[in-house]
């Protein structure tokens, strides 16, 4: 028997974490699809491998953007998903792909870049005005381009302005096809802007020349759900282990974890701890 990390956890949750080890036996590899901002945060370097020692499932952690995770889940590639797109997520619900949804965490999406801020969108009172300040002075802007959860919210703001620059094919809008991590490091080279979360950024801004130049606004909160792969449809895919993950990653000690992560390094905590809550108390000023 394993021993379990927790101090003086619930009853309940002791029989569930034994039930997950004996689970793991049978089927002992759980496969989570998640967007690369917890992975380059250094997030899941933290939790999973506490879970793995908790639960005695070995994970295949499989970062990508939230569009590619959510299509794993719909194919039934993965197991569980840890996402950040709530639209494209309520899709795969109910469609059916998606057995439990349980929201687990927030943090925010900022536009970094050049500290001289050619564009000036320091001065803009919206994410879409500050969109459209970079659109007019035509300076670098690095897009995923990657239907990530990053990427949707990005195009969710182009809609809100004058310009279409991923239809235009502007030549200041590059795509990168990239993650999160790379794509700033783009954005560094060339002096350019880009919409970040905020954890990935603090992470790695040690290595850019970028600042946070505009934040704040409420179509910049970024929700973070699990979802497990719904077992009617992929009856073979391991949904003890992706249960247990959640359950995992709901709990409360998990939740204080979360919410001290990253504030010994920066200051500031990279996310802030969400389970039991609503997606509508969040979007409440």
């Known amino acids: ?23 793991a036996s049978e089927n002992a590899t759980l496969i989570l699809a998640t967007t690369t901002s917890t992975q380059d945060s250094g997030l899941l370097d933290e939790l999973v491998p506490l879970f793995q020692e908790e639960s005695g499932y070995t994970v295949q952690t499989v970062a990508v953007g939230t569009g590619a995770a959510l299509k794993m889940g719909e194919e039934g590639n993965a197991d569980v998903l840890l996402v950040h797109a709530p639209t494209a997520e309520q899709a795969v619900m109910d469609a059916g792909f998606g057995r439990d ?27 879409a005005e ?25 195009l969710a703001i182009w809609q809100d302005t004058p310009f279409t620059p991923n239809d235009s094919k502007a030549a200041w809008y590059i795509e990168s096809g990239q993650g999160m991590g790379a794509s700033l490091m783009i954005a560094s080279e060339k002096a350019g802007y880009t ?19 505009f934040d704040g606004d409420g179509v910049l909160l970024n929700i973070y759900h699990v979802i497990t792969v719904n077992p ?40 802030f701890p969400d389970a039991g809550k609503t997606e509508a108390e969040l979007l409440t000023p």
Request: proline share 4%; with cysteine.
């Open 232 to 271: 009617d449809k992929w009856p073979d895919n391991n949904y003890a282990g992706a249960l247990a993950f959640a359950q995992f990653m709901t709990h409360a000690d998990t939740q204080a974890i979360i919410a001290q992560f990253g504030i010994d390094r920066f200051g500031q905590p990279l996310f």
């Open 101 to 127: 949804r349980l929201l687990i965490m927030h943090n925010d999406f900022v536009l970094v870049g050049p500290s001289d801020d050619p564009a000036g969108i320091s001065t803009a009172t919206s994410a």
């Open 130 to 154: 500050a969109l459209s300040l970079i659109a007019t002075a035509e300076a670098p802007f690095v897009s995923r381009g990657d239907d990530s959860g990053t990427n949707k919210k990005e």
């Open 195 to 213: 919409l970040t979360d905020r954890a990935t950024y603090l992470a790695n801004q040690n290595n850019l020349t970028l600042d946070i130049l």
């Open 1 to 23: 028997m394993k021993r379990h990390f927790w101090i003086g956890i619930p009853a309940l949750f002791i029989i569930l974490s034994l039930a997950a080890c004996n689970n």
